[in-house]
């Protein structure tokens, strides 16, 4: 089952001494691209939680936000920045000497200034932490690839029924291909009729001509490698792994072989049905942007 790139999950987890709320959403990305913002408390934990991401989201960008909210203050520890204060302090005095400004220095300004004090995980509670963490963050991935298949499932359904509005095209074109050498054949004789003003026409010069122009007009082998990709693209919708990258090298490869059929067929039918078809592809190239 293919699966968008596009999805949300949100999930949380309460005991006695925390609360998690974890969400995640992704969006279109060329590659896996993950962005987590979370307590500096939890640093130590980045790489259980990005390995934990990378086992069920393989492309997109990802954007991960974690809200921890301690109970028990027994597992933390609070870190006072004293040469950082000092430093805070310093600037204060320079500005209430150079601005004559009212000193209003207090301890509950400096301690807002950023990292004066801060939070510190025990180490020794990483491996509970992680525990707890765990529970909604594989809860909110699995919530966000249910949505991403969900959203996948519709994306196929849209690219199978483009496929097969390209394949009656091609169809066509195949019916049309059989005639244009005969058309031409016609044509021809009619017009060397018309500048010899009588009826005696070389038909072996002929038969040369029409052979020469079917041999430089022949789309024989174009449209079967389009069936071919057209037959490749159901089976990859089918795949049960990302197939995004794997179905743009298809549709490019799909969009090569009409450009030859539209500049080889010497048929403004068969040139009118090929922009018809570049033009179901590149819906569904669009469409493969969103696929992991």
């Given amino acids: 089952m293919i699966r968008s790139m596009t999805g949300f999950g949100r999930a949380t987890f309460e005991d ?4 998690f709320i974890v969400e995640i959403k992704t969006v279109n990305h060329r590659y896996c691209d993950i962005n987590i913002r979370m307590p500096k408390s939890l640093i130590s934990l980045e790489d259980k939680i990005r390995a934990t991401i990378q086992e069920k989201i393989h492309r997109g960008k990802v954007d991960v936000f974690i809200t921890l909210n301690t109970y028990d203050k027994k597992d933390v520890r609070t870190i006072f920045n004293e040469s950082l204060a000092d430093s805070y302090l310093g600037c204060l005095k320079e500005i209430k000497e150079k601005y004559n400004v009212k000193d209003d220095i207090s301890v509950s300004l400096i301690a807002k200034f950023p990292d004066v004090i801060t939070l510190q995980q025990n180490e020794d509670d990483m491996e509970e932490l992680w525990n707890s963490l765990s529970i909604p963050l594989k809860e909110s991935i699995g919530l966000l690839v249910t949505m991403r298949e969900k959203e996948g499932l519709k994306l196929q359904e849209n690219i199978i029924e483009k496929c ?3 394949k009656s095209i091609v169809d ?16 021809l004789t009619s017009r060397i009729k018309e500048l010899l003003d009588d009826n005696q026409v070389d038909e072996s010069r002929i038969a040369m001509e029409v052979a020469m122009f079917a041999d430089k007009s022949c789309i024989d082998e174009e449209l079967v490698r389009l069936n071919s990709h057209l037959i490749q693209t159901q089976e990859t919708l089918n795949l049960n792994e990302p197939v995004g990258r794997k179905l743009d090298f298809i549709v490019q490869e799909m969009n090569r072989e009409v450009n030859t059929i539209g500049s080889k067929a010497n048929d403004l039918e068969i040139s009118n049905l090929a922009l018809n078809i570049k033009n179901e592809i590149e819906k569904i ?5 969103n696929i992991e």
Avoid: D, F, M, T
Wanted: proline residues 4%.
């Fill in 164 to 166: 097969n509005r390209i």
């Fill in 16 to 19: 006695n001494s925390r609360s």
């Fill in 285 to 289: 190239r669009e469409q493969i942007q």
């Fill in 172 to 187: 066509k074109i195949e019916e049309r291909a059989a005639l244009v050498p005969v058309n031409y054949k016609e044509k």
